[in-house]
């Protein structure tokens, strides 16, 4: 055994239900056995090579942030509230051609956010892959999205051969490739726990053709798409007429709207009907759809037969000033519902008890447990992660609390510290 744990409090990442002092077992990647009250008397010595006691203690599944775009990061703090999407894609898009070195730095910062918010997986939507070195230093388990976008289907071949590249340069090593002909030529570097997966941007901006390249590369090689969806009414008026503000937006980026009259379709339409219809199964939690904010009550018919993952980004739906998140309506979905930051370009922090406060200030009556549980074990079965893996957070148990709910609600209201944080069995936090 790797790692012999002890914790007063512990929350199980399948049934999400509380067990009393408890003590893990962790044998590389994964929590090989789970020791309940009692049946250890004396210390943890001898049980593993090494040991962690650490009494009034909260052990729960770690974070996973299901949508963030941390190559954005270096724009934290530094664009102005109140803009609409339409005015902020520009600032974002000057943002991008900062110099790398800032990127990188912004990178750097947000990992550190991230690891001691308590998370422990990331989906981060990425355009180059920039975040690769910092995650995987830091040793969280994540999946890069590679984003690709382009509204002419003409070129929707070209834009896959862009993510090909990036995939061969950034992610598959020439050995594995190419066996012994690979010689000892140029090759990445193998990021430890960063996987790759797909992201066409969103149904304004991307064409049919481009989403089935890149939803048929993903469900051939089992990985997650995910996608913007309904972010707007903009963007809902231009895919349903052309018209509206998304159309001189979209033409700034040189996109030829002179014959375009609209699909007459919202996005969830085209993306849940025509566009990724042919792949779709019985429930498809690697389909991770961000936003959904303007969801209506056909969209709502079409998530429930296709149960895809819904991601809300709480605190970047304020920062817009959208109408409130559909979550009842959603919640009767029965789709997988999880929780992400989107970027520091439209949040003030990447803490997923942040996003948890914020979404509870929105809808006082939801359960913060099923809120936890979309920000952790939910997160979780959109990613892939498998139910014993030893993803977890441990935090110092809020003052008085005996059940998980107290426990929950604590973490809340007391922000306690983060003791230890694992994510592949790997120590990646530790107070002292
Ligand atoms: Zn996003």
Same mark, same amino acid.
């Given at each position: 055994m790797d790692y012999a744990v002890r914790v007063s409090h512990y929350i199980d990442p399948v049934t999400f239900e509380l067990s009393r002092d408890v003590i893990l077992l962790i044998s590389g990647e994964h929590v090989a056995e789970v020791i309940t009250s009692g049946e250890v008397s004396g210390g943890l010595a001898g049980l593993a090579k090494n040991t962690l006691d650490l009494g009034d203690a909260l052990c729960m599944p770690g974070f996973v942030n299901a949508h963030c775009h941390l190559d954005l990061s270096h724009l934290w703090r530094q664009v102005p509230q109140g803009l609409k999407f339409h005015e902020w894609g520009p600032v974002i898009m000057a943002g991008r051609a900062l110099p790398p070195?800032?990127?990188?730095?912004?990178?750097?910062?947000?990992?550190?956010?991230?690891?001691?918010?308590?998370?422990?997986?990331?989906?981060?939507?990425?355009?180059?892959?920039?975040?690769?070195?910092?995650?995987s230093r830091h040793g969280l388990r994540s999946v890069l999205a590679l984003e690709s976008l382009g509204f002419d289907g003409s070129r929707a071949e070209a834009a896959m051969q862009h993510v090909d590249?990036?995939?061969?340069?950034?992610?598959?090593?020439?050995?594995?490739?190419?066996?012994?002909?690979?010689?000892?030529?140029?090759?990445?570097?193998?990021?430890?726990?960063v996987d790759y997966a797909f992201s066409p941007h969103a149904t304004f901006s991307t064409s049919q053709q481009l989403y089935e390249l890149n939803m048929g590369r993903a469900?051939?090689?089992?990985?997650?798409?995910?996608?913007?969806?309904?972010?707007?009414?903009?963007?809902?008026?231009?895919?349903?007429?052309?018209?509206?503000?998304?159309?001189?937006?979209? /033409?700034? %980026? $040189?996109?030829?709207?002179?014959?375009?009259?609209?699909?007459? &379709?919202?996005?969830?339409? +085209?993306? #849940? *009907?025509?566009?990724?219809?042919?792949?779709?199964?019985?429930?498809?939690?690697?389909?991770?759809?961000?936003?959904?904010?303007?969801?209506?009550?056909?969209?709502?018919?079409?998530?429930?037969?296709?149960?895809?993952?819904?991601?809300?980004?709480?605190?970047?739906? /304020?920062? %817009? $000033?959208?109408?409130?998140?559909?979550?009842?309506?959603?919640? &009767?979905?029965?789709?997988? +519902?999880? #929780? *992400?930051?989107?970027?520091?370009?439209s949040n003030t922090g990447l803490d997923m008890l942040g996003e948890i406060r914020q979404a509870l200030a929105t809808v006082p009556d939801a359960d913060p447990a099923i809120l936890f549980r979309a920000a952790t074990i939910k997160g979780r079965i959109a990613m892939n992660i498998a139910d014993n893996a030893a993803d977890l957070a441990i935090w110092s148990l809020p003052e008085g609390a005996s059940t998980r709910d107290e426990a929950l609600n604590g973490l809340l209201a007391d922000n306690p510290p983060l003791l230890a944080a694992f994510s592949r069995g790997k120590l990646i936090a530790r107070s002292i």
């Open positions: 070195s800032m990127i990188a730095a912004g990178i750097e910062d947000a990992v550190r956010m991230l690891v001691s918010g308590g998370t422990t997986s990331v989906l981060d939507v990425s355009v180059a892959g920039d975040s690769l070195g910092a995650l590249s990036l995939i061969r340069d950034r992610f598959v090593l020439e050995s594995d490739r190419l066996g012994k002909d690979a010689g000892t030529g140029a090759s990445p570097v193998a990021h430890d726990g469900f051939g090689e089992g990985r997650i798409c995910t996608t913007h969806a309904a972010e707007t009414t903009e963007e809902e008026e231009f895919l349903l007429h052309g018209t509206g503000p998304y159309a001189p937006f979209m /033409a700034q %980026f $040189g996109v030829d709207l002179s014959s375009f009259k609209g699909y007459g &379709a919202r996005s969830m339409e +085209l993306l #849940l *009907g025509d566009w990724l219809g042919p792949w779709l199964k019985a429930e498809n939690p690697n389909l991770v759809l961000v936003h959904c904010n303007y969801a209506r009550q056909a969209d709502f018919a079409l998530i429930a037969q296709a149960k895809p993952s819904i991601c809300w980004c709480p605190r970047s739906h /304020a920062f %817009f $000033g959208h109408e409130p998140w559909p979550w009842q309506e959603m919640l &009767a979905t029965g789709a997988n +519902l999880v #929780l *992400g930051t989107d970027s520091l370009a």
